[in-house]
């Protein structure tokens, strides 16, 4: 078998030099039909640049590209300018009218519609992924509306003892959630039980002359204290930790908050007749009734798609809510006016204390936690 690696003639290897430079070892170039010859003379040549007066170089753009581009320029200005004036003159009107509202109601609208869905979307997203996580949002609004309402009483000349009201608080909620619901009720003797016994201990020291009817309104209205925030927090801590008690809670406050916002804008558009000019002159019967149209709306709404319950069902759950939130805040401004005080506190631009929405709230944890076992029947179903 021959050897074709080596060259013919002296036995050497063949060389690879010819590949690189296209060219035949003896130098006459290849000719192939699919490659023709290059040829320099067949490319045209670059046009030339064009130029300014002076013969320099110019950018590229004449007299009429120049003008087109300022044109543009000045399109986009305008457009601007005037973008700007629209948004101006909507911001304006938008001011006034949250004025005139403010002049009306005397709250804040845009600032009241923010932190209330700040507060939603916290609330929201409590009761949706793992309902623990509302316990410590029900021990926060607890013991902020306890030190509000203590607060709210000693300007009045109460005598509420802050510190012990606060402690009781704390043990008196978390036990709603961590311990037998039996117990709840000896938390709330041993809270009222213990502000009372402090008061009276607090008083003997003092011996600063107060008068027996006063030391005696002071303890009552410090066990109130207890029975009003901390308690009714608990009830709802109670239904929470019930099986899908997450959903009962969200649909309650969401039935109380519905109610409050139909009242306020059928108030705002319709009200005409007062509901109860001596506790609340704001209120009017028109309120009432677009919070009656709202309450039973959104009970229906959350009874057949979230509870999984009937129909009537909602409705009762509704009017439940409706009614209890109506006599809380009802009950809170009575309070407020015989504490000769507007708000409970004024750490709430547009709302207020936290107390002052939490008065509609918290009295219906009573009527929920009730419904709950009422029509639990129908969620086995």
């Avoid at 002071?218 to 927090?233: E, H, N, R, W």
């Avoid at 099986?243 to 005409?272: M, P």
């Amino acid at each position: 078998m021959s050897d074709e690696t080596r060259d013919a003639d002296d036995g050497r290897p063949f060389m690879r030099h010819g590949a690189h430079d296209g060219t035949p070892s003896d130098g006459v170039p290849l000719a192939d039909a699919a490659f023709p010859a290059f040829d320099a003379a067949a490319v045209p040549p670059r046009p030339p640049l064009p130029t300014d007066s002076d013969g320099s170089a110019s950018s590229g753009l004449g007299p009429l590209d120049t003008a087109d581009h300022n044109a543009i320029r000045e399109q986009w200005r305008a457009a601007r300018d005037e973008l700007g004036s629209h948004v101006s003159h909507a911001r304006d009107q938008l001011d006034q009218a949250n004025e005139r509202i403010k002049e009306r109601t005397g709250r804040d609208l845009i600032l009241a519609i923010l932190i209330g869905l700040a507060f939603g979307a916290a609330l929201l997203g409590s009761l949706l992924f793992l309902k623990v996580l509302f316990v410590p949002f029900a021990l926060a609004a607890a013991l902020l509306g306890v030190y509000e309402l203590s607060r709210a009483l000693r300007s009045s000349g109460r005598r509420v003892d802050v510190v012990p009201q606060l402690i009781a608080a704390a043990f008196l909620v978390l036990s709603a959630y961590f311990a037998e619901p039996w117990l709840c009720w000896v938390m709330l003797f041993l809270s009222v039980a213990f502000v009372i016994v402090w008061r009276l201990i607090a008083q003997m020291v003092a011996q600063d002359g107060r008068t027996y009817g006063d030391v005696l309104a002071d303890a009552v209205i410090s066990g109130f204290v207890q029975v009003y925030v901390p308690f009714l927090a608990g009830i709802a801590l109670i239904l929470l930790k019930q099986e899908g008690g997450q959903w009962w809670v969200l649909s309650f406050i969401a039935i109380a908050v519905a109610a409050d916002t139909g009242a306020y804008a059928a108030g705002l558009a319709f009200g005409r007749h007062p509901m109860a000019p001596k506790i609340s002159p704001k209120k009017t019967w028109e309120g009432f009734g677009g919070a009656v149209i709202a309450s039973l709306a959104a009970g229906v709404l959350l009874a057949i798609f979230l509870l999984e319950l009937p129909w009537w069902c909602g409705v009762i759950f509704g009017a439940s809510i409706l009614l209890s939130a109506t006599l809380g805040d009802l009950g809170e401004s009575m309070l407020k006016r015989d504490l000769g005080i507007k708000d409970m506190s004024s750490w709430l631009p547009g709302h207020g204390g936290l107390l002052d929405r939490l008065d509609s709230i918290l009295p219906s944890t009573i009527p929920a936690l009730c419904l709950y076992f009422l029509f639990s029947p129908w969620v086995v179903l």
